[in-house]
C-alpha cells in the first residue's frame, strides 16, 4: 500500500502536479483541470486506472498520488517518460536526488566521444562558432547546406578533407549491428546541420554514449539512466531547429525557400546549450522523483495488437496478457484524431532512444532521395490516422473497454472540416459506436486557453472544441 495516507494534503497536492517535458501534439497539460477531476470521479481512491494513449504522461502523472497508473504508448521515448515521471524510481533514497550531469560530462566515456568528434569536425566547429557569435544568418544557411552528413551528396562537402574521410569510412551496416560502439556519432552524422547545430549534435552523441557506458558499469542505475535520457530527450527537443519543436521537418534555411523568419528561429535555436537544458530538467525530474506514489507500471502495447488478440483470445485474455491485470476501474484513451502520424512528427525522439543508426525513408518521388524530415523506415503507423480503420479501431477499443473495466474516459475533438485537419471519425459515429456496448455516456467540453492567439485563431479554434466522453455500464 502506498505511504501517501500520512500526508499532509499541500503536499500530495504538490505530488501530483505534473511536468511536461517535450511540447507534445494534444498534450492535454493545459487542461487538466477540466479532466482530471472526472476521471478521478471514475477512479476510487487506490484503484487502477490504465492511460492507454500517455504520450507525455501528464496525465498519469496527476494520478499517481491518488491510483495504480498502466502507462502505455506506441512509442518508446513516451515509455521511457513513463518509467521515470509515473513508476519512479525503485530505490528512493539510493536514486535521488540525480547525479549532477558533470557526473555524467566529466566521465572518461563522455570526453573520449567528445574529443574524438571534435578532432574530425574541428574546422567545421569553428566556423559554426563564429557564424553563431556574428548572427550571421547568410553564413548559417550555408554552413548547413554544405556541412557533410552521410546521407547528403558529396558535391556539397568539398571543402571538409576530415569529415569526407571519417564520413566514408563510417560503416553504418557495422553500426546498425553493434549501435554502442565508440565513436557515438548518430545525430552528428545525421542530422547536424539541419534538425540540429554541429555542436548540439555532437553533445548529444557524446552524452548519449556515456549514459550507456555509465549504466553498463553500475555507476546509473537503470532508473537514473533512463532519467537522464529523459533529460536529454527535453534537451533535444528545446534545440530542435524546427516550427513548433516537432520532427516532421527541420526548418529549411537554405537555396530558395530560405526565408528571413527561418534563418532567425534557427540562429537562436542553435544558440541553446545541451548541457543547460539537460540540468534544467534533471532538476525537475528530481523534484517530482520523491513524493510517495502508487505503484504503476509502464507499457509499450500497440493498440491494434491488443486488438488482434482479442479477436483470437478473448478481450479479458488479451488485456491480462498485455497489461498484466484483469480488470481495471478506467480506462483513459486520448487517441490521435487527425492524420498526422506522432511516429513521424518524432521520430528523432525514437531514434534518440534506440540509438540504432536507422535507415532512412527514400523520397517517393526523387529516385534515391531522401525526405526533408529524414524518417526513419518502418515507422509505426497507428489505425486511428487512417480515415478507413478508425472506425473499426474505435469499435474494438469500445468492445474491449466494455469488457474489462468500470468505465472508459475518452479524449476526442469535433469534426470540423475547416480547419485543413480533419478528424479521422465524427463524433456522431463515436458516440454511435459506443452505445452499442455501455448503457450510460456523459459529454463535456474541454475549453482550451489560448491566451497568445489573436481574435481570428480564438475563433477558428472556437469551432473546434474538445469533447471528453464517460462511458459506463457495459450492455
Ligand atoms: C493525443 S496524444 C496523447 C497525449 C497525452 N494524453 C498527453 O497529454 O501528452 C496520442 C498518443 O497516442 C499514441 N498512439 C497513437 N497510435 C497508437 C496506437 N495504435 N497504439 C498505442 N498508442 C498510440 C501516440 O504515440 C500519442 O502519444
Not at 547525479?99 to 563522455?110: A, D, F, G, N, V
Not at 540540429?196 to 546509473?220: C, H, M, N, P, Y
Not at 526523387?366 to 490516422?385: A, D, I, M, N
Request: aromatic share 10%; proline share 5%.
Amino acid at each position: 500500500m502506498i505511504e501517501t495516507t500520512r500526508l499532509p494534503s499541500k503536499k500530495l497536492e504538490e505530488a501530483g502536479r505534473p511536468v511536461r517535458l517535450i511540447q507534445y501534439l494534444g498534450s492535454k497539460l493545459n487542461v487538466l483541470d477540466q479532466i482530471i477531476p472526472d476521471i478521478k470521479s471514475e477512479l476510487p481512491y487506490g484503484g487502477t486506472c490504465v492511460d492507454l494513449f500517455a504520450g507525455t504522461t501528464v496525465i498519469g502523472q496527476s494520478l499517481t498520488n491518488h491510483s495504480s497508473i498502466l502507462s502505455n504508448d506506441c512509442l518508446r521515448f513516451s515509455r521511457l517518460f513513463s518509467d521515470v515521471l509515473v513508476v519512479g524510481p525503485k530505490d528512493k533514497p539510493a536514486e535521488v536526488p540525480l547525479p549532477k550531469l558533470s557526473r555524467i560530462t566529466e566521465s572518461k566515456h563522455y570526453s573520449n566521444n567528445l574529443e574524438m568528434l571534435n578532432a574530425v569536425y574541428a574546422e567545421a566547429l569553428a566556423a559554426e562558432e563564429a557564424i553563431l557569435r556574428a548572427g550571421d544568418k547568410k553564413g548559417l544557411g550555408e554552413f548547413c547546406e554544405t556541412l557533410p552528413t552521410w546521407w547528403k551528396d558529396e558535391k556539397h562537402w568539398l571543402e571538409y578533407g576530415k569529415i569526407r574521410n571519417f564520413i566514408n569510412e563510417l560503416d553504418l551496416v557495422a553500426k546498425r549491428k553493434i549501435p554502442s560502439s565508440f565513436p557515438a556519432c548518430l545525430f552528428t552524422t545525421y542530422y547536424a546541420g539541419n534538425y540540429f547545430g554541429l555542436k548540439q549534435a555532437i553533445e548529444i552523441d557524446s552524452t548519449r554514449f556515456a549514459v550507456e557506458r555509465l549504466r553498463a558499469e553500475g555507476q546509473l542505475t537503470d532508473w537514473q539512466a533512463k532519467a537522464v535520457l529523459v533529460a536529454l530527450i527535453a534537451a533535444s527537443s528545446r534545440a530542435v531547429g524546427s516550427a513548433g519543436k516537432h520532427f516532421a521537418q527541420p526548418l529549411i534555411i537554405h537555396g530558395s525557400t530560405q526565408r528571413l523568419f527561418a534563418l532567425e528561429r534557427v540562429l537562436s535555436d542553435r544558440m541553446i546549450s545541451i548541457a543547460t537544458e539537460m540540468q534544467a530538467a534533471m532538476d525537475t525530474i528530481d523534484s517530482k522523483a520523491s513524493p510517495p506514489r502508487f505503484p504503476g507500471k509502464s507499457f509499450l502495447v500497440y493498440f491494434e495488437t491488443l486488438v488482434d488478440t482479442a479477436k483470437k483470445k478473448g478481450a479479458t485474455t488479451a488485456f491480462k496478457e498485455f497489461f498484466h491485470v484483469d480488470r481495471v476501474d478506467c480506462i483513459y484513451a486520448d487517441p490521435p484524431y487527425t492524420a498526422q502520424q506522432y511516429s513521424r512528427f518524432y521520430h528523432v525522439l525514437e531514434t534518440l532512444v534506440l540509438y540504432d543508426y536507422p535507415p532512412i525513408q527514400t523520397h517517393p518521388l526523387r529516385s534515391g532521395g531522401f525526405t526533408q524530415g529524414l524518417y526513419r523506415e518502418h515507422r509505426h503507423k497507428s489505425p486511428f490516422c487512417s480515415r478507413s480503420a478508425a472506425k473499426d479501431v474505435f469499435e474494438a477499443l469500445f468492445l474491449i473497454a466494455s469488457q474489462v473495466s468500470n468505465s472508459l474516459i475518452l479524449s476526442y475533438s469535433s469534426t470540423n472540416n475547416g480547419s485543413g485537419n480533419p478528424r479521422m471519425i465524427d463524433t456522431e459515429t463515436i458516440l454511435k459506436l459506443g452505445k452499442k456496448y455501455f448503457r450510460e455516456i456523459t459529454e463535456k467540453t474541454i475549453r482550451h486557453r489560448y491566451r497568445k492567439l489573436n481574435r481570428e485563431e480564438k475563433n477558428k479554434r472556437g469551432n473546434d472544441p474538445e469533447k471528453l466522453y464517460i462511458f459506463r455500464g457495459m450492455r
